[in-house]
């Protein structure tokens, strides 16, 4: 999916529930991992973004992070 040109790996993932990691995987696109975790585009990019609020009253909620790759070495 992604960009078909494309195969450098940009964003890493990471689904946690407290300190269990669920899922940790890294993608080429969002669209990518919206995909992969069944969330839309709009949800994956708000929360690569940092507007994702992760105030509610779920005991057991998962926690997902997005990072950029940093591509300078």
Known sequence: MGRIN?????????VS???IVVHE?????LRDIAEELDLTYYQVANISAGR???K???KYQPRIEIIKI???L
């Not at 494309?6 to 990471?14: D, E, G, M, N």
């Not at 995987?25 to 696109?29: G, V």
């Open 56 to 58: 509610t009253n779920f």
């Open 52 to 54: 994702y609020k992760d």
């Open 70 to 72: 940093s591509t300078t």
């Open 25 to 29: 995987d890294n993608y080429i696109s």
């Open 17 to 19: 529930i407290g300190d």
């Open 6 to 14: 494309q195969k450098k790996l940009c964003f890493a993932c990471k």
